[in-house]
C-alpha cells in the first residue's frame, strides 16, 4: 500500500506565559519591528546569551 512517507521528528513546542504587563510590552516591541512576539523574545535570548558567553 502506497502512503506517506514517515514524518520526520515532531518538533518541541513549549508555551511560555507572560504577565499582562510584559505580554503587552512584547507585543507592542513586535508591532514596533514588524514581527512577532516569537521574535522578539527569541533576540532577547540571543542577546542574553551572547552577553553570558
Given amino acids: ?3 506517506r512517507p514517515p514524518k ?3 518538533k518541541v ?3 511560555i506565559y507572560f504577565e499582562p504587563e ?4 512584547l507585543r ?3 508591532e514596533k519591528q514588524k ?3 516569537s521574535v ?3 533576540q532577547i535570548v540571543d542577546a542574553k546569551k551572547a ?3
Fill in 1 to 3: 500500500m502506497v502512503g
Fill in 8 to 10: 520526520k521528528e515532531k
Fill in 13 to 15: 513546542r513549549e508555551a
Fill in 22 to 25: 510584559l505580554i503587552e510590552w
Fill in 28 to 30: 507592542e516591541e513586535a
Fill in 35 to 37: 514581527c512577532t512576539v
Fill in 40 to 42: 522578539v523574545v527569541n
Fill in 51 to 53: 552577553a553570558s558567553e
